[in-house]
């Protein structure tokens, strides 16, 4: 148990410095030491960033689920694995234990076996955070089907393309979810996306919600009679290490989503070892993430992380706001949580509320405080630590990304001491740099750049699926030798990260991240629209929020500006989904462009912020007039 388990920041330095100086060594340590295997490794280590390929644990062979599940099974069988705490505070919690998850994902497995899911087969699962949801994860793990998860807040439009992109032919959803006091068609939503998706044969449908849905003759069936009928035990399929394990998509600054493909030995050796530490878990713990398993963070850090420690995982369907401000911290008493994972988004919500919300609730049972998502601004910051945490529990920023797997810059909670709005220090074995525009190495402290990582870790995403292209190009071109993560970032004095943003077309949104161009391409699609281009601009709850700048075609000029507004935004919520919507539209003649034809977005991002005062030099433009109109009319 060496160094499993980091306890003071000499041991974290110490252990640091031997992870970076001999990570094959390190990791091989730990993944020896902390996992069951069905036959070791003949390499620890491969890689070529060049290529890229990399390569962890090559020649081992192994089931995720085998040391997520079974190896708990006698220490831990009746021990609550995944506490489900439903949308209705009045509708029952449950718990399943681990022998309990067991069984429910090998019925699981086994129904997707009796369907024709193979070993290296796609399955998609569009699914609310209800237990099913978990455990579809693992049934396609356990059986070597690579799982696809779409957000359930996901449109039809962006279900289809993904479901397309990686040909998957099963789909698991269910009649509907509950969000606060609404409830969502889901399988609506399925059935749309379908019409585009000749290749999907088979539905499987949970009932969450009594809902009145169309089953679909010979594709559709209901989930739950099939499971009742499926055997108990389902023999894991014996993976090679760098087998993929999922697919999970991401915003790219193209249309096309990038499909993250993850395998299976380093992320599960990464995320296991990320969650003890980050989290400083223990035996008994109650540990909840508050995020949705349609992204990375749930994935990591919800699923596989927690349960490959035995841990107690909440698994929440509802959201922050009902049925009250009040919810997070009734669950936080109710279940006695330890550990909580949020995101600034969601603490900037709640801050606007009144203190009652949270004063009436019994939080001494929290441990450890975490964010995820986008920068923590230091006010939100503050207010977490001060009304949450009461000042006793250490905030730990987590920086990293769908494309990493697992945390890669964050404070060890009661080891490295926190500063608000700073991600700290890099997690063992993360090896940052700091680069210039020229593509060379900003050394020493003070200093801010753009964020690479020069060394791989286990838990990298290995391609994207079906285009080996896109992520080298995206990644691993602009510096030599790196790893690109898009961000900026800053190293102060004492070494600690900051990081400053995205330095791309992606701008995160409540936590999400949305690509530019998607969102332009379905402006466009509007009849009346010529061209557009989105920014963000700050927002106090969502940090960023979007502003569009839209150009008419001519016979658009003459419509309802109010109206095209609202049918824009109507557009965007099918194509991508309501998160993706528009703050603020302004219609303008004409866009900054540079010579090249190249959109001028940081003249635009200015605009929006109302900052105005330094707009650089505008003069080289095509079209230097178009700034003043934007400036004079813009909302
Ligand atoms: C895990 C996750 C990745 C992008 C990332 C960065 C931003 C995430 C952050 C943070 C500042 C933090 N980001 N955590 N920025 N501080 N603690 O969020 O993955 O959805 O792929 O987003 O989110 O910009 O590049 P993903």
């Not at 990399?54 to 009746?78: M, S, V, Y």
């Not at 905030?395 to 001491?417: A, K, L, N, S």
């Not at 004409?590 to 109302?610: D, E, N, V, Y």
Request: hydrophobic fraction near 35%; proline fraction near 5%; glycine fraction near 8%.
């Amino acid at each position: 148990m060496s160094n499993y388990h980091i306890k003071h920041l000499e041991e974290y330095y110490q252990v640091y410095r031997k992870s970076v100086r001999n990570p094959e060594a390190f990791w091989e340590e730990i993944a020896e030491e902390h996992f069951v295997w069905r036959k070791k490794w003949d390499n620890v280590l491969s890689w070529d960033f060049s290529k890229p390929e990399i390569k962890w644990f090559e020649g081992a062979k192994l089931n995720i689920t085998e040391n997520c599940i079974d190896r708990h099974l006698p220490t831990r069988g009746e021990k609550t694995a995944i506490l489900f705490e439903p949308n209705d505070p009045n509708e029952e919690a449950q718990h399943i234990t681990y022998r309990q998850l067991h069984e429910r994902v090998c019925r699981m497995a086994n129904v997707l076996k009796d369907h024709g899911v193979k070993k290296g087969d796609r399955v998609c699962i569009y699914l609310p955070m209800i237990p099913e949801l978990a455990i579809s994860l693992l049934a396609c793990a356990r059986i070597g089907a690579i799982h696809s998860v779409v957000f359930a807040g996901f449109s039809s439009n962006a279900l289809a393309t993904r479901i397309n992109d990686s040909d998957c032919k099963v789909v698991l959803t269910s009649d509907g979810s509950y969000r606060g006091s609404k409830t969502i068609d889901l399988k609506g939503l399925v059935d749309k996306a379908l019409e585009e998706c000749p290749g999907v044969h088979t539905v499987l449908v949970t009932n969450r919600i009594n809902g009145k849905v169309e089953m679909k003759e010979g594709r559709d069936k209901w989930l739950q009679p099939l499971l009742d009928e499926a055997y108990a035990d389902c023999v894991a399929e014996i993976m090679n290490a760098e087998d993929p394990l999922f697919i999970l998509y991401t915003s790219g600054s193209t249309g096309r989503p990038k499909g993250m493909v993850h395998t299976t030995a380093g992320y599960m050796v990464y995320t296991a070892y990320t969650f003890k530490n980050t989290f400083q878990y223990r035996e008994e713990d109650v540990y909840w993430c508050t995020a949705d398993i349609g992204w990375i963070t749930g994935h990591s850090y919800i699923v596989y992380g927690p349960l490959a420690n035995g841990a107690t995982t909440v698994m929440f369907e509802g959201v922050p706001s009902y049925p009250d401000f009040g919810r997070f911290w009734q669950v936080v008493q109710k279940h006695k949580v330890n550990q909580f994972y949020t995101a600034p988004t969601a603490i900037r919500a709640l801050a606007k509320e009144n203190l009652e919300f949270i004063d009436k609730y019994d939080l001494s049972s929290l441990k450890v405080l975490g964010s995820v998502g986008e920068p923590i601004n230091e006010e939100a910051w503050h207010w977490y630590n001060n009304n949450v945490g009461k000042k006793m529990s250490p905030i730990v920023d987590t920086w990293w990304q769908t494309e990493t797997g697992g945390i890669m810059i964050t404070p060890i909670p009661y080891v490295t001491p926190t500063t608000p709005t700073y991600a700290t220090l890099p997690f063992i074995g993360i090896q940052p740099a700091l680069m210039d525009e020229e593509g060379k190495e900003i050394k020493g402290n003070q200093v801010s750049g753009r964020l690479c990582i020069k060394f791989p870790w286990p838990s990298i995403a290995r391609t994207i699926w079906g285009d080996h292209d896109r992520y080298r190009d995206t990644y691993f071109s602009a510096y030599k030798n790196m790893y690109f993560t898009g961000d900026g970032a800053l190293r102060d004095a004492v070494g600690y990260y900051r990081i400053t943003g995205r330095v791309d077309d992606v701008i995160i949104v409540s936590g999400h991240n949305l690509g530019t161009a998607p969102i332009e391409d379905s402006i466009n699609e509007h009849p009346a629209v010529a061209e557009s281009a989105i920014v963000g601009f700050p927002h106090d709850i969502k940090g960023n929020a979007l502003y569009g700048y839209v150009i008419l075609k001519e016979f658009g000029e003459t419509r309802d500006r109010e109206n095209l507004r609202k049918e824009i935004n109507q557009q965007i919520t099918e194509h991508i989904g309501p998160i993706a919507k528009l703050d603020k539209i302004q219609f303008v003649t004409g866009l900054p462009k540079t010579r090249s034809g190249k959109i001028m977005r940081r003249i635009l991002r200015k605009i929006a912020s109302k900052d105005i005062s330094n707009l650089g030099d505008t003069s080289t433009l095509l079209n230097p007039e178009v700034v003043e109109e934007i400036i004079e009319n813009s909302l």
